[in-house]
């Protein structure tokens, strides 16, 4: 089974604190994403990467960034958190670009900034 | 407008019912069509994958799509209370899995 892992489910920071999401998938995947899922919202893509060192930006990328220095591992940080970026973030792989290969997501990590 | 149209819900059935979940959408150049399903507090996982119009059954589910209508629904027969979860559906034009647009859910439950 294909395992994505999100070392932290919750977490409670300070506005302008920087904040790091770790990711970490198994399956050797070239593919790793970070989404955000607000209620009423769609999932919304922050960052994806399709190799090491190579990231793309979403749809959301403002007040992000990421980094991916080993294949399985995909971070995502906010440099200065704020309220507006409280939320559930999701990060999810998947084998390769194309669409009939699925995303394997992990159980989130949700986000409270005060 | 969103691009992708979901009733949050929730949708409450019995046991048993059949149930329809559906999403609208207004970008006609969509050709490929997913349904995940989100348990409480776990993410997403892949139910239904369907390309461009027609109909898809796997088991209790059948996955439909009227392109014309713009219209997609899931269908779930013999619901079961293990049923019970968030429904998303998402899409895109292209062949690419990071350009899907999402639904925003609907919370299904199943009661016994």
């Known amino acids: 089974d294909v395992k994505v892992t999100q070392s932290s489910r919750y977490l409670v920071k300070r506005t302008g604190e920087k904040v790091f999401l770790e990711c970490v998938q198994d399956?050797?995947?070239?593919?790793m994403f970070w989404y955000r899922q607000d209620p009423g919202l769609g999932l919304r893509l922050i960052y994806f990467?399709?190799?090491?060192?190579?990231?793309e930006k979403g749809d959301i990328p403002e007040g992000y960034s990421v980094s991916r220095e080993k294949k399985e591992r995909f971070s995502l940080i906010l440099e200065s958190a704020s309220t507006n970026q409280t939320s559930m973030y999701l990060c999810?792989?998947?084998?390769?670009?194309?669409?009939?290969?699925?995303?394997?997501f992990g159980e989130g990590s949700r986000l409270t900034v005060l | 407008q969103k691009e992708v149209e979901q009733d949050p819900g929730p949708l409450s059935v019995p046991e048993g019912a059949i149930v329809s979940l559906n999403c609208t959408y207004s970008n006609s150049a969509f050709q490929y069509f997913m349904w995940y399903r989100q348990y409480s507090r776990k993410g997403p996982e892949l139910l239904m994958y369907t390309y461009s119009s027609g109909n898809k059954e796997d088991g209790r589910f059948t996955a439909q799509v009227d392109k014309s209508s713009k219209y997609i629904s899931l269908f779930i027969r013999d619901s079961q209370p293990s049923d019970s979860a968030t429904y998303l559906c998402a899409m895109s034009e292209g062949d690419s899995n990071y350009q899907l647009i999402w639904g925003a859910g609907t919370k299904l439950i199943i009661k016994p």
């Open positions: 990467s399709y190799d090491v060192k190579m990231k």
């Open positions: 399956m050797d995947h070239e593919n």
């Open positions: 999810a792989s998947s084998l390769n670009q194309v669409l009939t290969g699925e995303l394997f």
